[in-house]
């Protein structure tokens, strides 16, 4: 009798028993297999009304429910991947072709003839092996020695290596330790007349795949060197670069993710990191803990129900850090190639393979992900699309789809490109269309309560600038660069933000104080050194702009940011703090449609910043005529639409002086 009441112990040996067929028929690795076969013996030995036997259990369940050896077959057409990733995504060509490329080197990879050596020191031997695996498809090299094998390795790559074990000069345990230090990924089959239980386990010991006995049967050869390839083929499937796709909001980062996902034929998950902080939703608990869980990456391939899905991890820049342990850090074995066939998840407490999942990333700002883990993944920048490009996408893609949405598909009303475009400048300001899909699904909406109010069906309905107008009220932005004057002290500039491009103004004045300089508008430490280097660099050059010397000691200069309740940092408006304290101590107007962007250096020297075409595509909406930007940028003006190039007039400096007779009123 328990202390906790009768135990019927008939239910609890018929639950094992169910448990072992189980097993058995699951096909699991060796490792699993052992792992789980010792978890269920000592079930077996513990009382089914204890907490040990739950906790047992329900990890004997979840080892089962995992997709060991499940997957799903890649889809690898390029011709149907490319037709999929263009019908899903207007535009983004450049991020499109560097997607097909990811996956032609796929398709080389997987679908290679496999090249195999074959060393033996008998003629005969040597030819009957060449003869037998050649009828098989593969590309056959040979060797008579072992010294020979080695310069064979020199000039070539091979799967597979057959070797002979006696052999002269280099023998066989000798050309394995070569091939395995020159190549670990490469299969060695060792083959002897001399066969002996000690040589085998050595061969074995030192990374040798399988050990055969002379004379070699034909099907004993085919079958181990086809199993040797399966392996190698597994091990290099999804080998290779991650992804990451790097840009504003509303760009398209996850349906493109979905897309690459629909193209490789693959089931498709998504795990959101923006917040988490503990390591353990990673890696798991420690299931001696009561209510311990395996972490999100074991979870969401179980819930896919494949060993190699396409897992997007979305928002890694936004990952947080506390005493609970280094999400990031922990994300360091997930994404790299060459630790993850091992992963060990510490619910599970045994390795799982993810070299067969394809991780894809999305940040904003990818310089705010964490330096090892952005050392793991290949950058795909994503910027903001163009007015030409939104409204394309807008009648393709959006327009139809809150059509459909909002009921509206038997009197579908029609959108004009006008109208659209007077959404995109009167709206919404924002580098995606995220924004411009909610006003069109506000105006859907409008419309819907319409008809249903008139019971009117019958009607098609065309969609005016006038009638956005009346559906979505008085415009929500105007073109800044129209609403402003050119100003003393007042400079235009360009930054980057994790929204995308904009404008901002930057305004300096002077009063009778101590040579103070205040910075206001809630700048980073980055923007603050700027403005001292911009205000230094005046200082030491103040006879060059015919400023007193003594006008510093007795004046107070206040340099501000408007919008100060939003945070500021970064170097690209070096140069425009620069300009707005040239126009005040001049006393010149800085030209209200200049824009400049740049950092500077105590030289005067302008550097190159990031985030060019972001800032084109602000300075475009907001009315800007004249673009001043870094030197060193100019190659990334020749990738720009020329509808951006067209209305836009670029001007690339090395110098602040080589800027000032362009931005100031003469």
Known sequence: MSLFGKTDDSDNSSIIEELRRTIVSSNLPDHVHEVVKNELDTLSKINSSTTEFTIGLTYIEYALSLPWNSRTQDNLDLKRAERILNERHYGLDKIKRRIIEHLAVKILRTTRTPRILVVDDEPIALENMEIILKKEGYIVDTAQNGLQAVNNLKTSYFDVVLTDLKMNMLDGIGLLERVKSKSPDTQVIVITGYASLDT???????????????????????????????????????????????????????????????????????????????????????????????????????????????????????????????????????????????????????????????????????????????????????????????????????????????????????????????????????????????????????????????????KNMTVSPDLIKKFLGPRKYYVEVAEEKSRIGVATGLVWTESGGSIIFIEAVHMKGSGELILTGSLGDVMRESAQAALSYIRSNAESFEIDDNFFKSTDIHIHVPAGAIPKDGPSAGATIAMALVSLFTGKAAKKDVAVTGEITLTGRILPVGGIREKLLAAKQAGVKTIIIPAKNRVEIDSLPDAIKKALDIHFADNLKDIIDLVLVS
């Open 200 to 458: 085998a386990i050595e061969s074995i010991k030192k990374g040798g795949f399988h050990y055969i006995q002379k004379p070699v049967r034909s099907e004993l050869l085919r079958s181990t060197v086809r199993d040797a390839l399966e392996v190698k083929q597994t091990a290099k499937t999804m080998k290779g670069s991650v992804l990451c796709f790097a840009g504003p909001p509303g760009t398209g980062k996850t349906s493109l993710g979905k897309a690459v996902a629909e193209a490789l034929g693959r089931k498709f998950s998504r795990i959101s990191l923006g917040g988490i902080k503990d390591e353990a939703e990673i890696r798991g608990h420690r299931r001696t803990y009561a209510g311990a869980m395996p972490g999100r990456i074991i979870e969401e391939i179980r819930r896919a129900g494949v060993i190699n899905p396409v897992l997007m991890l979305d928002e890694l820049d936004k990952i947080g850090q506390d005493f609970k342990g280094d999400s990031s850090s922990a994300l360091l074995e997930v994404l790299d190639p060459e630790q993850n066939q091992t992963f060990i998840d510490h619910y599970l407490d045994m390795s799982f393979d993810l070299s067969n999942v394809m991780f894809i990333g999305t940040a904003n700002i990818a310089d705010n992900i964490q330096g090892p883990l952005c050392d793991r993944m290949e950058i795909i920048e994503f910027s903001g699309y163009t007015e030409d490009e939104k409204t394309e996408i807008a009648l393709q893609y959006l327009v139809p789809k809150q059509v459909y949405a909002k009921g509206l598909s038997d009197i579908p009303p029609e959108f004009t490109a006008e109208s659209i475009s007077t959404i995109i400048h009167e709206y919404t300001r924002e580098a995606g269309i995220r924004g411009l899909e909610r006003e069109i699904a506000s105006v859907c909406r409008k419309i819907a309560t319409d008809i249903v109010h008139s019971r009117n069906h019958t």
